[in-house]
């Protein structure tokens, strides 16, 4: 899809504000297509405002410059009106992601669940009206999905086949029809057309969000359900109730069994290297959601694979891909999580904002473009979202996967503008890119191994201290220097040391190996592990440099340092983690996962609420006042990276910012976070304006470019044992390239996969063979499916078109015809010229009679006849003689011309023959 935004018309406003600029007295830098409006460090503006705008509400919000956008996708009918609309802009990105989660969980004695029934569960996909869904409820704006990756997504081409071969249609009956087969196999009745197990009616309890298009979503299927003969029980919910029920509750108690799920994305992966995120126990985000004491769905070959996958234990690219297509189909067919559709979503602007970074998988909820977004005369901003605060807007520092703080779009929105990562992902290609550090990576290989140093070290759980690694071998080392974070300071004006990174790095091997601390955060733990064995050691450098030695290996270099990278995305100083760590394992007042809280009964450890704040305030209060100082968590052999003077100075430090602000989120970012009001659904960020930050207005800035788009697929004919060539041309950066796929539109089978060659960098030719061709059947019709990408740009451009083949057999049946008209007509002609030439011989012959008889007469008179005429008689014979002998050459010259006669009206009917053959048909 074409972005709204037009590049020449931002790059013409550059240009000028550039001219202007460059005749006042103060040095603002210009950056490609980005004017800054000033050059001090942080972002472009002074503060955002947060605020909570009903969706409904959004477009007159930014029309009346009540707030500057709005960062939740727009309903597509809203989008459509918006269109055209002077003074707004919209800003798309295929972020939004819609799936049902089921509950698998057995029902006690005497009940029955369908749902814990694999085929049942699975035979839910027919019930999902996909194509209805994109065409009338996202208009368009969309895409239908069978596993998680969209027709966005890179990984989608290796996975095409796969996901076309369970290209579900819409079809009740034939659900009804597996449905009625396993229920009956279940112990189940249909009575009256409602199913009933030991006299009681089989209900599921469906859990409908209403904020959005699930509402229409959840009550089209909970209608099949009804029809297929379930009783529906239709539980509409808002976002809080419905996640405490679906997430936060035993998934054995059965309190639901379907739930409409809705998932934000924050930008685009070339190369998802965790696909067991929405498939595998392990995780911690299946049902069970990894609590201890909990029912658990479970699947041991999902777990073993996809945590294969998440290690890079595989030797190739190829292997990885077939490995990742083997989890995708295991999810499929196991059925826990059913994806149903990917919106497009728009995002709402004032046309008067400038600065934005084009994120081709995130939109305006982009890390990277509230840092240098703003308006001409302006020094703030203010920002709508559906939400500020619900009850699942958890911001804590245990940041792990969905187990653990940050679980939802609105407190990941607003964090990332007050933190930076080590790492990031690049907007347009998806592949890892460095963010506030810079990297080197050294790998042995898959196969390879490199020696861990005796100054390397890693953490050990067990006994709570450093130790060293010396001995190890790992597959791969990366060198990360960290002096722009180390040469800052924290929002609360503390130093950012190593001090920061060695707590953070063993507090989580601790809840990842510690025993007892597993027990108290058993989804964070199960998640935190996998991650965690690869890592060998950890070697401090001079120069603010640091080396990890980790237990793997990616095909592309990137990843391999995303893998290694120890620094989390969103951070707090080290005195913060110690006081909730404190809270948590401690005190047990608090714990760090949502599921957690709920299963032992405490809070779910939250630093922008005030009372949870004033908690940690009081905990460092007792921090200070007991001396307490955890040197073992700064020690590796005779290095001390931390001394007490310093904690105690933190201690202070980070209770004043508590006292001030009412909250505890101290960070490092552009902005920090000045208030928080749950209950007024607003927030306020504050430019971070310290001159140790190290960036300014312009710095990670990404213009907008030309997004990858098919325009047009050219056909040639098809015919069987015959070459044949498709040509496709498509825009988008860098050199494009296609995967395509054959499908017969009658039985659903994919025939072929292939990828084009190149003709120029944006024109791509498919070239099918004789051998391939040969097997086509003539007259039947097939299904091309092409899916274009590059490498400059993560996103594909997939696209449908059909052709037929070429059937010979009525053009066979026109020769035949034609032949044997001809053929007969040749007969005829013959017949008639050989009576014709039998009557010229008997005339001949006749005459050769009359002749005879003729001549006996004379020869008769002529004895009669006297001596003195006899030389008269015999002249008049000669002369008689030469009379017959012109008239036999005569007739042979006949017979002659006869047949040269016969020759030219066969021609003749031959080349009629063939003008009719050759003469175009009349169109119908």
Request: no cysteine; aromatic share 12%.
């Amino acid at each position: 899809m074409k972005t709204v935004l037009s590049r020449f018309g931002l790059s013409a406003f550059a240009a000028v504000i550039g001219v202007l600029l460059l005749l006042s007295s103060t040095a603002v830098p210009v950056y490609a297509q980005y004017v800054a409006p000033h050059s001090k460090p942080g972002p472009a503006v002074d503060s955002i405002t947060f605020k909570r705008v009903p969706l409904d509400l959004a477009a007159a919000a930014v029309e009346g410059k009540e707030i500057d956008a709005y960062i939740f996708g727009l309903r597509p009918s809203q989008a459509r009106a918006i269109v055209g609309k002077p003074g707004i802009k919209l800003y798309p990105a295929p972020s939004g992601l819609y799936s049902l989660i089921l509950n698998p969980a057995p029902a006690p004695a005497g009940e029955l669940n369908p749902l814990s029934d694999r085929e049942i569960r699975f035979a839910l996909n027919y019930l999902i009206n996909r194509d209805f869904i994109v065409r009338e409820l996202f208009a368009g704006f969309g895409a239908p999905m069978v596993v998680y990756l969209t027709p966005w997504d890179y990984d989608y081409i290796a996975n095409i086949d796969l996901i076309l071969r369970y290209d579900f249609r819409y079809d009740p009956a034939y659900a009804s029809q597996i449905i009625d087969a396993r229920m009956r196999a279940l112990g189940a009745e249909k009575i009256g057309g409602k199913w009933y197990y030991q006299g009681k009616p089989v209900t599921i309890k469906f859990i409908i969000r209403v904020e959005d298009e699930r509402r229409q979503i959840g009550d089209s299927i909970a209608s099949d359900l009804e029809k297929a003969g379930f009783t529906i029980d239709r539980m509409y919910m808002e976002f809080g109730p419905a996640i405490e029920t679906a997430y936060n509750t035993d998934p054995g108690e059965l309190r639901w069994h379907i739930y409409t799920e809705g998932w934000g994305r924050t930008g685009i992966l070339k190369y998802d290297s965790d696909p067991g995120a929405y498939i595998a126990p392990w995780e911690g985000n299946m049902p069970g959601w990894g609590v201890e004491g909990w029912w658990q769905y479970q699947n041991a070959e999902i777990d073993e694979l996809t945590q294969r996958l998440f290690k890079g234990e595989f030797a190739s690219k190829e292997e990885r891909d077939a490995m990742m297509k083997r989890a995708l189909e295991l999810g499929l067919t196991d059925a826990v999580r059913l994806w149903i559709a990917t919106r497009l979503d728009s995002y709402l602007a004032r046309e008067e904002l400038t600065g934005i970074s084009q994120d081709i998988g995130a939109g305006l909820r982009s890390l990277l473009v509230w840092r240098n977004a703003y308006v001409r005369g302006k020094s703030d901003l203010t920002l709508g979202h559906l939400w500020v605060w619900t009850t699942r807007t958890v911001w804590n520092p245990m940041q792990v996967a969905l187990v653990g703080g940050f679980v939802d779009v609105y407190s990941v929105d607003e964090a990332y503008l007050t933190s930076d990562p080590s790492t990031w992902i690049h907007p347009y290609t998806g592949i890892p890119i460095p963010f506030r550090s810079s990297w080197e990576v050294r790998t042995a290989g898959p196969a390879g191994s490199i020696n861990v140093p005796a100054d390397a070290y890693v953490w050990d759980a067990a006994n709570d201290r450093w130790v060293s690694a010396g001995g190890a071998t790992a597959k791969s080392v990366v060198t990360f220097d960290y002096s722009k974070f180390l040469q800052s300071a924290w929002h609360h004006g503390i130093q950012i040391s190593l001090a920061d990174l060695l707590y953070h790095v063993a507090t989580r091997f601790e809840v990842a190996f510690d025993e007892e601390k597993k027990a108290l955060e058993p989804a964070i733990s199960g998640t935190l592990s996998p991650s965690l064995e690869p890592v060998k050691g950890i070697r401090i450098l001079p120069d603010n440099r640091v080396e990890v030695y980790i237990d793997y290996w990616f095909f592309d270099n990137a990843y391999i340092a995303q893998f290694a990278e120890l620094w989390p995305a969103l951070m707090v100083p080290w005195e913060v983690i110690a006081a909730t760590d404190r809270l948590n394992y401690v005190e047990k007042k608090y714990a760090y996962g949502g599921s957690s809280a709920a299963a032992r009964g405490v809070k779910w450890i939250n630093l922008v609420l005030a009372e949870h704040a004033a908690d940690v305030v009081a905990e460092l209060e007792k921090m200070k006042s007991e001396g307490f100082f955890p040197e073992n968590y700064f020690r590796m052999g005779d290095r001390v990276f931390e001394t007490i003077d310093d904690a105690m100075g933190r201690y202070e430090a980070a209770i004043g910012w508590g006292n001030e602000h009412k909250h505890m989120w101290i960070s490092n970012g552009p902005f920090y976070l000045d208030t928080f009001d749950s209950a007024a659904q607003t927030s306020v960020l504050k430019a971070f304006r310290d001159p140790t930050y190290p960036f300014k207005p312009g710095d990670n800035f990404y213009p907008f470019i030309t997004p990858v788009q098919i325009l047009r697929i050219g056909k040639g004919t098809v015919v069987p044992g015959s070459s044949a060539q498709f040509l496709i041309d498509a825009e988008g950066e860098g050199v494009l390239k296609s995967r395509y796929l054959i499908r017969d539109v009658a039985t659903g089978q994919i025939l072929t996969v292939g990828d084009s060659e190149s003709v120029t960098p944006k024109r791509m030719l498919i070239r099918l063979s004789p051998d391939f061709t040969s097997k086509l059947t003539p007259g039947a019709l097939y299904e091309l499916i092409v899916a274009t990408y590059s490498e400059d740009a993560a996103t594909i451009s997939v696209s449908r078109d059909f052709f037929d083949v070429l059937s010979l057999a009525p053009v066979e049946r026109e020769i035949e015809a034609v032949s044997k008209e001809l053929t007969d007509r040749l007969r005829t002609v013959s017949e008639d010229l050989a009576k014709a030439i039998s009557g010229l011989g008997a005339a001949v012959s006749s005459v050769d009679s009359k002749l005879d008889r003729t001549a006996d007469n004379i020869r008769s008179e002529v004895r009669s006849s006297v001596e003195d005429v006899r030389a008269r008689v015999d002249a008049a014979t000669n002369t008689l003689t030469n009379d017959i002998r012109n008239l036999q050459a005569v007739a042979q010259s006949t017979l002659t011309v006869a047949q040269i006669v016969m020759a030219l009206a066969v021609v003749a009917i031959i080349l009629s023959v063939v003008s009719v053959v050759r003469r175009p048909k009349a169109p119908a």
